[in-house]
């Protein structure tokens, strides 16, 4: 909830900023409460329609304002854990892979990996930055449907001597996909490929014609209920 003034009235409203926290660096965790003050912006909207802008990105994950405060006006306390935390898991499990990966492949090898398994590019130097962005290869880092047809013919192919029912071996599929949503994140891509790819395995099951358009379709007007600007960002 955040409260702020305009013309000489006060304000209660409920929704997503961004906090940009200015000075010392701070020590944040999942679920944390962090409570700062600071001049409310929006952000820029497009200059033309269809165009790229910083309103509609933020919007596409919730974000509709930004607020910057020093870290020494900035309060931090441990908010309250969930039972079963799946944003909690996800970040467990995304570290767990960062730290295998920057074992075993150190580098520019390493960092790719990462991009390519988790989205993770954090790590990416400007020499790779630069060679992605001229080579126009930036989708393979971007988690996406490649990511997820990757993901779903090597669960396939690796359950066939395991499980012999389609249908048992779609449901575990199903599972799997949604468990990697969560470690990569519910990023508006992944997001609209794992329903395209639910969305196909439930009507191959089912025994029901399936195409990409109409999956795409049920993808993005589901993301549209959840948030109408995801589907600038998909």
Not at 13 to 21: A, D, E, F, Q
Not at 56 to 74: E, L, N, R
């Amino acid at each position: 909830t955040h409260s702020f003034g305009f013309e000489g009235k006060d304000f209660n409203v409920k929704t997503k900023v961004s906090l940009n926290i200015t000075g010392e660096p701070l020590e944040l965790n999942i679920r944390d409460v962090v409570k700062g003050s600071g001049l409310l912006r929006l952000y820029e909207p497009m200059l033309f329609w269809g165009g790229w802008s910083n309103r509609g990105y933020w919007a596409s994950k919730g974000i509709f304002a930004s607020i910057a405060a020093d870290s020494a006006d900035v309060e931090i306390t441990p908010g309250s854990r969930k039972k079963v935390d799946l944003l909690l898991f996800g970040n467990i499990a995304r570290e767990h892979i960062r730290k295998i990966i920057d074992k075993y492949i150190p580098g520019d090898e390493g960092a790719l990996t990462k991009g390519i398994l988790i989205g993770d590019k954090q790590d990416f130097s400007t020499d790779l930055k630069d060679a992605f962005r001229l080579s126009g290869m930036s989708h393979i880092v971007a988690v996406s449907g490649l990511h997820i047809s990757i993901f779903i013919i090597f669960v396939s192919f690796g359950s066939v001597g395991i499980i012999s029912s389609r249908k048992k071996r779609a449901f575990l599929i199903i599972f799997t996909v949604a468990g990697y949503v969560v470690v990569t994140g519910p990023q508006p891509s992944i997001m609209r490929a794992a329903i395209m790819a639910v969305y196909g395995l439930l009507l191959e099951n089912c025994k029901l014609r399936r195409d990409s358009f109409s999956a795409l379709m049920v993808s993005l007007i589901l993301l549209m209920f959840a948030n109408p600007y995801m589907l600038y960002d998909t």
